[in-house]
C-alpha cells in the first residue's frame, strides 16, 4: 500500500473588512482552531474515491471523466482543486481520501476553503507539486467558482493558509502583500452561530458584488480600494441609493481595517472593538447583508460587560457573529448571548495557526 498522507486546513474568522476582498480592498482576519482534515492514499487506477465523515457519503468518479454535474454538491470543493491542477498541468493522479472536519458548516467560518486548501495541500503531498503559497490560494479560489458556482474573494483561502497564533492576519487585496498584526493577550474569540441559513446566499453575494462593480464603474475607478469617503460624498448624487449605500459600506470598512489595524499595534483593544460594531452597523444599514437574528446578538454583545467588540463575520445574511472578549469572561458572555438567542451555538477561539504554520510544526502529518 502506499503512504497514507495527512493533511489539515483551519477555518477562519473575518475580523474587520467586510466584503472588501473583491474589492480589492483591506480584511483582517485569524485562522480559528478547527478545522477540516483529509487523510488518504493515491490510487494506480485514475479513479477517485473520495468519503466524507461529517455527510456520511462517498462520490466515486474517473479523473478523466470529471466536472463538477458529474459530482455531489459537498465533493465539489475538493474535486474542483483536482480539476484545477489538471487545468494548470499540475500531476495529479487518482487517490482515495476521507475528510473529516470539527467546523460548524455553512456559518462563516469558512469550511469550504478549509477543505478546499486541505485540499491543495494533499494532491501536492501524494503527487509532488511545488506551489508557492498564493498560488495555492489561487487553485483553491478558483475550485469555489469554477465547480461550486460561488465567486468567493480570496481572503477565506489566504487567511486558512497563512495565518498566524497569537496574531491577526492583514490582507491587502490588491497586492497580496500579507502582514502579522500581533493580536493583544488576554482576549478571546467567540464565535455565536445564529443558525439561520439564507437560502439564497450564493445569489445574494454574487448580487452583492455587481452592486460594488457598478458602483466602482459610475465612480471612474478600477474597484471600491480606489475610493475614499470625501470621493463618495462628492460623488452622491451620480448613483442610485442602494449603489452608494454599498460603496459606503465598502469603503468605511477599508478605512476602519487601517483604524483597526494601528489600534492593535498600540495595544488599544478598546477602540478596536469600537470598529467591530461600526462595520456591523455599516453591513445592517448599508450592504444589507445582516438579518434579525445576526442584529439581536450583536445588540447583546453590545450590552454585556466583558465585550469589546462584534459583527457579523463573513459573507453574511444568516451564518455568525464574531466576538471580541476578555480573556475569562467567556462563559457569562455565551450564556448573555444564549438568554437573547435561544439556540445561537458559541465557540471559542484564539487566533491560530493558519494550515502553513500547522504543517511546518507538525512535519509527520
Ligand atoms: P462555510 O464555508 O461558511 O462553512 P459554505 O456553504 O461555503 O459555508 O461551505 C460549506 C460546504 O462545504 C458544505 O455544505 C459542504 O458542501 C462543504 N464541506 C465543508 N466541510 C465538509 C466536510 N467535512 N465534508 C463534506 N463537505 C464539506
Ligand atoms: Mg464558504
Given at each position: 500500500m502506499m503512504n497514507p498522507i495527512t493533511t489539515y486546513a483551519p477555518g477562519r474568522a473575518e475580523l474587520l473588512g467586510n466584503h472588501t476582498d473583491y474589492n480589492e480592498g483591506f480584511v483582517l482576519a485569524i485562522a480559528v482552531d478547527r478545522g477540516t482534515t483529509i487523510r488518504g492514499q493515491a490510487r494506480d487506477d485514475r479513479q477517485i474515491h473520495l468519503h466524507s465523515r461529517e455527510f456520511g457519503k462517498t462520490q466515486v468518479i474517473a479523473l478523466d471523466r470529471l466536472?463538477?454535474?458529474?459530482?455531489e454538491p459537498w465533493s465539489r470543493y475538493t474535486l474542483g482543486v483536482v480539476d484545477q491542477f489538471r487545468r494548470n498541468d499540475l500531476p495529479v493522479e487518482g487517490f482515495d481520501a476521507e475528510i473529516s472536519g470539527n467546523l460548524p458548516l455553512g456559518a462563516g467560518l469558512s469550511s469550504s476553503a478549509s477543505l478546499e486548501i486541505a485540499t491543495v495541500l494533499f494532491l501536492m503531498k501524494a503527487f509532488g507539486a511545488r506551489l508557492e503559497p498564493m498560488q495555492m490560494a489561487h487553485f483553491a479560489q478558483m475550485a469555489e467558482h469554477d465547480f461550486v458556482g460561488v465567486r468567493c474573494g480570496l481572503l477565506d483561502q489566504i487567511s486558512s493558509l497563512m495565518s498566524k497564533a497569537a496574531h491577526a492576519t492583514f490582507i491587502d487585496c490588491r497586492s497580496f502583500k500579507i502582514r502579522h498584526v500581533p493580536f493583544p493577550d488576554k482576549t478571546s474569540f467567540i464565535l455565536a452561530n445564529s443558525g439561520v441559513k439564507h437560502a439564497l446566499v450564493a445569489s445574494e453575494y454574487n448580487e452583492r458584488r455587481s452592486d460594488c462593480e457598478t458602483a466602482a464603474h459610475a465612480l471612474g475607478v478600477k474597484a471600491l480600494r480606489d475610493v475614499t469617503s470625501e470621493m463618495l460624498q462628492s460623488h452622491k448624487s451620480d448613483l442610485a441609493d442602494r449603489i452608494r449605500r454599498r460603496a459606503l459600506h465598502i469603503v468605511g470598512e477599508n478605512e476602519r481595517v487601517l483604524a483597526g489595524s494601528d489600534a492593535l499595534q498600540q495595544g488599544d483593544i478598546a477602540r478596536f472593538g469600537k470598529l467591530m460594531f461600526a462595520s456591523h452597523e455599516s453591513s445592517r444599514v448599508n450592504f444589507e447583508n445582516s438579518c434579525p437574528e445576526l442584529d439581536q446578538l450583536v445588540e447583546t454583545a453590545r450590552q454585556t460587560p466583558g465585550v469589546y467588540g462584534a459583527r457579523l463575520s463573513?459573507?453574511?445574511?444568516?451564518g455568525a457573529t464574531i466576538n471580541l472578549v476578555e480573556a475569562g469572561r467567556e462563559d457569562e458572555v455565551i450564556r448573555a448571548l444564549t438568554a437573547s438567542l435561544p439556540g445561537v451555538d458559541c465557540l471559542v477561539t484564539k487566533a491560530a495557526d493558519g494550515a502553513l504554520e500547522h504543517a511546518a510544526s507538525h512535519p509527520t502529518l
Amino acid at each position: 500500500m502506499m503512504n497514507p498522507i495527512t493533511t489539515y486546513a483551519p477555518g477562519r474568522a473575518e475580523l474587520l473588512g467586510n466584503h472588501t476582498d473583491y474589492n480589492e480592498g483591506f480584511v483582517l482576519a485569524i485562522a480559528v482552531d478547527r478545522g477540516t482534515t483529509i487523510r488518504g492514499q493515491a490510487r494506480d487506477d485514475r479513479q477517485i474515491h473520495l468519503h466524507s465523515r461529517e455527510f456520511g457519503k462517498t462520490q466515486v468518479i474517473a479523473l478523466d471523466r470529471l466536472t463538477s454535474e458529474k459530482v455531489e454538491p459537498w465533493s465539489r470543493y475538493t474535486l474542483g482543486v483536482v480539476d484545477q491542477f489538471r487545468r494548470n498541468d499540475l500531476p495529479v493522479e487518482g487517490f482515495d481520501a476521507e475528510i473529516s472536519g470539527n467546523l460548524p458548516l455553512g456559518a462563516g467560518l469558512s469550511s469550504s476553503a478549509s477543505l478546499e486548501i486541505a485540499t491543495v495541500l494533499f494532491l501536492m503531498k501524494a503527487f509532488g507539486a511545488r506551489l508557492e503559497p498564493m498560488q495555492m490560494a489561487h487553485f483553491a479560489q478558483m475550485a469555489e467558482h469554477d465547480f461550486v458556482g460561488v465567486r468567493c474573494g480570496l481572503l477565506d483561502q489566504i487567511s486558512s493558509l497563512m495565518s498566524k497564533a497569537a496574531h491577526a492576519t492583514f490582507i491587502d487585496c490588491r497586492s497580496f502583500k500579507i502582514r502579522h498584526v500581533p493580536f493583544p493577550d488576554k482576549t478571546s474569540f467567540i464565535l455565536a452561530n445564529s443558525g439561520v441559513k439564507h437560502a439564497l446566499v450564493a445569489s445574494e453575494y454574487n448580487e452583492r458584488r455587481s452592486d460594488c462593480e457598478t458602483a466602482a464603474h459610475a465612480l471612474g475607478v478600477k474597484a471600491l480600494r480606489d475610493v475614499t469617503s470625501e470621493m463618495l460624498q462628492s460623488h452622491k448624487s451620480d448613483l442610485a441609493d442602494r449603489i452608494r449605500r454599498r460603496a459606503l459600506h465598502i469603503v468605511g470598512e477599508n478605512e476602519r481595517v487601517l483604524a483597526g489595524s494601528d489600534a492593535l499595534q498600540q495595544g488599544d483593544i478598546a477602540r478596536f472593538g469600537k470598529l467591530m460594531f461600526a462595520s456591523h452597523e455599516s453591513s445592517r444599514v448599508n450592504f444589507e447583508n445582516s438579518c434579525p437574528e445576526l442584529d439581536q446578538l450583536v445588540e447583546t454583545a453590545r450590552q454585556t460587560p466583558g465585550v469589546y467588540g462584534a459583527r457579523l463575520s463573513g459573507g453574511g445574511f444568516g451564518g455568525a457573529t464574531i466576538n471580541l472578549v476578555e480573556a475569562g469572561r467567556e462563559d457569562e458572555v455565551i450564556r448573555a448571548l444564549t438568554a437573547s438567542l435561544p439556540g445561537v451555538d458559541c465557540l471559542v477561539t484564539k487566533a491560530a495557526d493558519g494550515a502553513l504554520e500547522h504543517a511546518a510544526s507538525h512535519p509527520t502529518l
